[in-house]
Structure formats: C-alpha cells, structure tokens
C-alpha cells in the first residue's frame, strides 16, 4: 500500500544511456536510479503461446517468465527519495514509498549485519530482493521449485551489482539478515513473500 510520494525513474533504455555518458553525472540518486530501472524494471512483454496474460521481461532471466522477485529500498540518504521503505513497481518503473521507518544505525547493524554491518562506506540505501513464491507455484508445483527462485534472486542481485559498479555505486551484499525485520517493516506474510537478499549501496569515494 503506497502511502507516501511516488517517484518515477527512468526507462531502462534512457537508463542505460544514462550510466554511458563520460563522465557520468555527479548526482548519486540519479545513478542508483538508472541501475534499478535497468536490473528491476520490465524491458519488455512476452504473449506466451498459450492465452494469459502477457509475460515480463527484464535483464536477466527468470523460468518460465515467471519473475517471481520483488525490489524494495530502504533509503537513507538518496537525493529525490525521502527516507523510509519504497516497492520497486518494474510496470512503470517508480519506487513508491511505503512508509517512513526512522533511520536507526544501531538496530540496522543489529537487522542487517552482513550488508550494512559490514559496508566499508557511508550506506545511502539497502536494496531488499523478496520471493512471491505464488508466483513459480502456479506452473512449476514441485518441491525443486523452492530452487529456482533463489536462482532467480541471484541473477537479479547479479545484475544490480555489475550495473552499480559501472554507475560508480559502492556496493556490499550479503545473506546475514533478520527476514523478520524486513517482512515486519514490509508488512509481509513471510508464506506468501519472504525477504531473501539484501544489498547496501553508497557512494564511492574515489569519484
């Protein structure tokens, strides 16, 4: 449930063309930005041979199309963001904010211990990759399915990561986490969407 400001990003074609510009530009917001909407955004729609709906694309690969990955950020201090959680909607692509938790270094250290525990740098936001698990469980109804959709966080993270460092965005990611305190903070039934994969991004310092 969106109850703050939405803010918009830019299409995966405008963002790649953003993070090719030399030199690129000084705004952090604006980099973390086109690396979103390049690893979460949909880049295109598939209509599968059967009738349904169409199937999403995006810059890496999901089984079956069935992109059952979430993003949502926590955000520090992004310019254009204001602090508290935001869901990642790929359709569009924007991030719309969901509320506005206080920033509490000590208790992320405590929820967080591997990504912002560990970040060698300021951490401006936390990217949070969840499965709906619904999502692979409507075609693929076998237990390997539980498999796949950690391949599919993978990928993504992947991607987010390799498109960071080429937008000059530290990063520092890891499966040390308390689910709990992100599905609590998401309003998340962790049977339904579970937090999977978190990754601190900042700033480099050697722009």
């Known amino acids: 449930l ?16 953003l993070l090719q510009e030399r030199p690129l530009t000084e705004n952090f917001g604006d980099r973390l930005s086109a690396a979103l909407s390049l690893a979460f955004g949909a880049v295109g729609w598939a209509q599968p041979a059967w009738t349904g709906a169409p199937t999403m694309r995006r810059t890496s690969p999901s089984g079956g199309a069935r992109h059952p990955s979430e993003c949502y950020l926590l955000a520090r201090s992004v310019d254009g963001l204001s602090p508290g959680w935001h869901h990642l909607h790929p359709r569009t692509p ?13 208790q992320l250290a405590v929820d967080y211990p591997g990504s912002f525990g560990r970040a060698d740098f300021e951490v401006a936001a936390l990217v949070v990759i969840t499965t709906v698990f619904r999502r692979n469980m409507y075609r693929y109804r076998e237990p390997r399915t539980f498999r796949t959709v950690h391949m599919d966080v993978g990928h993504l993270a992947a991607t987010f990561m390799a498109l960071c460092s080429v937008a000059r965005i530290e990063t520092c990611a890891h499966d040390a986490t308390s689910p709990a305190a992100t599905e609590s903070a998401l309003g998340l039934d962790w049977l339904d969407e579970g937090a999977q994969y978190v990754i601190a991004v900042g700033e480099r310092g050697d722009r």
């Open 2 to 17: 969106t109850v703050g400001p939405i803010t918009r990003l830019p299409a995966p074609r405008q963002a790649a063309a």
């Open 94 to 106: 924007a991030l719309c904010q969901l509320n506005s938790t206080a920033d509490d270094e000590e």
